[in-house]
């Protein structure tokens, strides 16, 4: 798989296409307006930027990404890919369209991938002809994709046990470490991680803690990178509500969404990007 397609140039897209770039395919990059994909280019630059200036990044790995990410306007230049990953907006409907021109531009042997968080890779593939279910599968990358090592593959119903392996392959050619989760809604690390999240807004709503105490207690004494307020405000809240909901709507109460995180996205509260979340960041961007 050298030639690689990725639809979506938000947060993860960019990245997921910077990661393939460096180890040396040929990537496309995509997104639904000009204006978004050219925000997805300068989101490159910046992570190559720092990478360089902090010694993650050799001059020669910048310019083999510059030389091998290409972004375009139009899905039709994906007819001549081995591999597309879908990195929209976590939302059924609009994976489904993505996926339906997929099925549409893509060559037969072309495997497609969804990078959802959440949604069952058997429930996606219904939107693809049946002759195609066999190459599509669930890749689940962590922002930021740039640095955290784990991917997430997951294989629906109807996925070919050969196509994992060549994608497993793959993922570790890009310096990432695949792990096979079974199709069930929010796999393994999102279950664990809202499970998490969701207790500690509890803590917080009872006066347990605050969120930087909390924060706190999970850096000091479990050992996590960061806690789950400051990952919150960084990937923003309105995903972890909408993830939450999904997530309590496959299994019942044990994910009900706190009312404190309704509240905080309800009055714009949502992260570092906005200005301001479970902590203050100043001017929103």
């Given amino acids: 798989m050298n030639r690689i397609g990725v639809v979506g140039a938000g947060l993860m897209g960019s990245e997921i296409a910077l990661v393939f770039a460096l180890s040396g395919r040929d990537v496309l990059l995509t997104d639904r307006s000009e204006a978004d994909l050219e925000r997805g280019v300068q989101a490159v630059e910046r992570v190559l930027a720092r990478g360089l200036q902090r010694g993650t990044y050799t001059a020669e790995d910048c310019a083999r990404v510059r030389q091998g990410l290409r972004p375009v306007a ?3 230049a994906f007819a001549d890919r081995d591999l597309v990953i879908e990195a929209v907006f976590e939302e059924e409907s609009v994976k489904a369209e993505v996926f339906k021109r997929l099925d549409v531009v893509c060559p037969a042997g072309c495997v497609l991938a969804s990078n959802t968080s959440t949604l069952s890779i058997t429930g996606l593939g219904g939107y693809l002809a049946r002759e195609r279910r066999a190459r599509f599968l669930g890749m689940h990358f962590f922002s930021p994709v740039s640095r955290m090592k784990l991917v997430e593959l997951i294989a629906g119903i109807d996925t070919d046990a050969r196509v994992v392996d060549a994608v497993v392959a793959l993922c570790e050619a890009a310096d990432k470490t695949p792990i096979r989760v079974k199709d069930v809604v929010g796999f393994a690390v999102n279950r ?16 347990v803690v605050t969120a930087a105490e909390a924060d ?7 050992g996590h990178p960061i806690g789950p307020f400051a990952l919150s405000d960084a990937v923003t809240n309105r995903l972890c509500l909408q993830a939450q909901e999904i997530l309590h709507g496959a299994y019942g109460e044990r994910f009900r969404p706190r009312p404190l995180l309704r509240q905080m996205v309800q009055a714009g509260y949502d992260g570092k990007r906005a200005g301001r979340g479970w902590y203050p960041y100043g001017e929103s961007k």
């Fill in 74 to 76: 139009d899905l039709a």
């Fill in 192 to 207: 664990m991680l809202h499970a998490l999240m969701i207790e500690a807004v509890r803590l917080v709503e009872e006066g």
């Fill in 216 to 222: 706190l207690a999970c850096r000091l004494g479990l």
